[in-house]
């Protein structure tokens, strides 16, 4: 029961970030490798503004970011748009700036963020921290919300709309510029909402979302443009073999073991059999459109 909590938590994690990078390369094609550091600015709101309630700071993070958000993608990601490697190359400077900006003003110590649900819970019989359990519920219930919304909204049918084809869902009236801002922002703040939620889980430095990194993105390998589902479903299995390997291993063995596995895996998804069996997997975990 514990290992299946545990999966939980750190799907909850993993989840929000690969949900926010998905809507991010659904409708910018842009790989956002700063996805990660937007969750640290998000842990360090939460750590460094006391004086209010926890839930007060989640909101306040989430709110200071917006700004921000917008400015990057008018500003930095808009005019090369048409170069993947250039719009992967400035959100990797932006990821940089937000590291060492955060290590200038807070130094590389980490800092801990005080549980605001202390004490356990028991389930059947297994006894769980509080916190870490309300944090994973949290954090699905936010997954869920974001996957209703994408697929039974006009605002989710147009992500994919213009995630599969941006020229024709531009001729028939939809501004991909408009969805393109509105899709960076909402999947910055996942990541945002993930560093502050999670915050009094994990030490809180200026590089802690430079490891977040390998996870999100090898479930978005598993992912096309605008199928989420998908996005999600892979999360919550490197979530799942994470924990597993944690569980039966030490820590130093399973992260090894852990990216050898992800190593494997991306070469394997190379072969055609392998991708044709993701592509009927993918036809299952996409829902009907309407």
Same mark, same amino acid.
């Given at each position: 029961?514990?290992v299946?909590?545990?999966?939980?938590?750190?799907?909850?994690?993993?989840?929000?970030?690969?949900?926010?990078?998905?809507?991010?390369?659904? #409708?910018?094609?842009?790989? +956002?490798?700063?996805?990660?550091?937007?969750?640290?600015?998000g842990?360090?709101?939460?750590?460094?503004?006391?004086?209010?309630?926890?839930?007060?700071?989640v &909101?306040?993070? &989430?709110?200071?970011?917006?700004?921000?958000?917008?400015?990057?993608?008018r500003?930095?990601?808009?005019?090369?748009?048409?170069?993947?490697?250039?719009?992967?190359?400035?959100?990797?400077?932006?990821?940089?700036?937000?590291?060492?900006?955060?290590?200038l003003?807070?130094? /590389?110590t /980490?800092? /801990?963020?005080?549980?605001?649900?202390?004490?356990?819970?028991?389930?059947?019989?297994?006894?769980? $921290?509080?916190? %870490?359990?309300?944090?994973?519920?949290?954090?699905?219930?936010?997954?869920?919300?974001?996957?209703?919304? *994408?697929?039974?909204?006009?605002?989710?049918?147009?992500?994919?709309?213009?995630?599969? +084809?941006?020229?024709?869902?531009? =001729?028939?009236?939809t501004? $991909?510029?408009?969805?393109?801002?509105?899709?960076?922002?909402?999947?910055?703040?996942?990541?945002?909402?993930?560093?502050a939620?999670?915050?009094?889980?994990?030490?809180? +430095?200026?590089?802690?979302?430079?490891? =977040?990194?390998v $996870?999100?993105?090898?479930?978005?390998?598993? /992912?096309?443009?605008?199928?989420?589902?998908?996005?999600?479903?892979?999360?919550?299995?490197?979530?799942?073999?994470?924990?597993?390997?944690? *569980?039966?291993?030490t820590?130093t063995?399973?992260?090894? =073991?852990?990216?050898?596995?992800?190593?494997?895996? #991306?070469? =394997?998804?190379? %072969?055609s059999?392998?991708?044709?069996?993701?592509?009927?997997? %993918?036809?299952?975990?996409?829902?009907? %459109? $309407?």
């Amino acid at each position: 029961m514990d290992v299946l909590l545990a999966i939980v938590g750190q799907f909850g994690l993993y989840g929000l970030l690969t949900l926010g990078v998905a809507i991010i390369f659904a #409708a910018l094609r842009v790989v +956002n490798l700063a996805q990660g550091d937007l969750a640290m600015t998000g842990a360090y709101v939460v750590a460094t503004v006391t004086g209010a309630a926890f839930g007060w700071r989640v &909101l306040l993070a &989430l709110v200071l970011c917006v700004l921000p958000l917008m400015v990057i993608e008018r500003a930095l990601l808009r005019r090369p748009l048409a170069d993947g490697l250039a719009t992967m190359l400035v959100t990797w400077g932006v990821g940089m700036a937000l590291r060492q900006g955060a290590e200038l003003l807070f130094t /590389s110590t /980490s800092r /801990s963020v005080a549980d605001p649900v202390g004490g356990t819970v028991e389930l059947l019989g297994t006894p769980y $921290p509080a916190y %870490r359990l309300v944090a994973g519920l949290v954090a699905v219930v936010v997954i869920g919300a974001v996957l209703l919304v *994408t697929y039974r909204t006009g605002w989710g049918l147009t992500l994919r709309a213009v995630a599969d +084809n941006p020229t024709m869902a531009a =001729l028939l009236g939809t501004d $991909p510029r408009r969805m393109r801002i509105a899709a960076f922002v909402a999947g910055g703040l996942l990541a945002v909402l993930a560093g502050a939620l999670y915050s009094p889980l994990l030490a809180v +430095n200026p590089t802690m979302g430079f490891g =977040l990194l390998v $996870p999100m993105f090898f479930a978005l390998l598993f /992912s096309r443009p605008g199928a989420l589902g998908t996005a999600v479903a892979a999360a919550f299995l490197v979530a799942a073999l994470a924990v597993l390997l944690r *569980t039966w291993l030490t820590d130093t063995l399973a992260d090894v =073991l852990f990216y050898i596995v992800v190593i494997g895996t #991306a070469a =394997l998804r190379s %072969r055609s059999h392998v991708r044709r069996l993701l592509s009927w997997s %993918r036809r299952i975990l996409t829902p009907a %459109r $309407p």
